[in-house]
């Protein structure tokens, strides 16, 4: 299977654009140019892990915390991302600090689980008009990452292709009118895992 045919299938199974496609498609190497010596620190890694469950909660199945979500993201920010995306990512992390201070009076790790959402949420917004944006002179917005990342690393886990897909270990055969109910899970097929976390 190649890069391209793994993202197609990884976009059927989370039923949305991975935004990110490029990573896997340059076959995540980072520039010689840059030295990516400063590793993420405890207190960051717990940041992301944060940010990654608040996007994906623990619910009737395990949330993104429970897959080593932030281990995920700062490793495929370190080892995939060209500079200005990985610039962009770790700046992010303080910048989004700085907008739970700006708007709730505290860092996002002493706000609520209610705070937040409605802080992520806004964030999201925010990058959805970013991204209409061509030029991008700061390259990708920092939460698209994130977002992003937390999407891939999840659905990627075992847990996310077991636990939050319908997994069947042998599906047998192709149903192209089988019923659908609101609500429903996608299959995880593990002969078509692509496999991360």
């Known amino acids: 299977?190649?890069?391209?045919?793994?993202?197609?299938?990884?976009?059927?199974?989370?039923g949305a654009v991975a935004i990110g496609a490029e990573l896997f498609l340059t076959g995540c190497r980072?520039?010689?140019a840059t030295k990516r010596t400063t590793p993420f620190?405890?207190?960051?890694?717990a940041l992301l892990d944060e940010i990654g469950e608040t996007i994906i909660p623990t619910?009737?199945?395990?949330?993104?915390k429970a897959v080593g979500i932030g281990r995920f993201m700062a490793t495929t920010a370190t080892e995939?991302?060209?500079d200005t995306s990985y610039a962009a990512f770790r700046s992010g992390l303080k910048r989004l600090d700085a907008a739970s201070k700006k708007r709730h009076g505290k860092t996002f790790m002493a706000s609520t689980p209610a705070e937040r959402t409605a802080l992520l949420s806004d964030l999201d917004r925010e990058q959805r008009k970013y991204a209409l944006d061509k030029a991008q002179p700061d390259g990708p917005h920092y939460f698209r990452l994130m977002k992003e990342l937390t999407l891939i690393g999840y659905f990627t886990s075992e847990i996310g292709c077991t636990k939050?897909?319908?997994?069947?270990?042998?599906?047998?055969?192709?149903?192209?009118n089988l019923p659908y109910k609101k609500g429903d899970r996608a299959f995880y097929n593990p002969s078509r895992r692509i496999g991360f976390a």
């Open 1 to 14: 299977m190649n890069r391209r045919e793994a993202l197609a299938r990884l976009t059927a199974i989370t």
């Open 30 to 32: 980072t520039s010689d």
């Open 41 to 45: 620190s405890v207190a960051e890694l």
């Open 59 to 64: 619910t009737e199945t395990p949330g993104a």
């Open 80 to 82: 995939c991302y060209n």
């Open 164 to 176: 939050a897909l319908r997994y069947v270990e042998a599906p047998g055969h192709y149903d192209g």
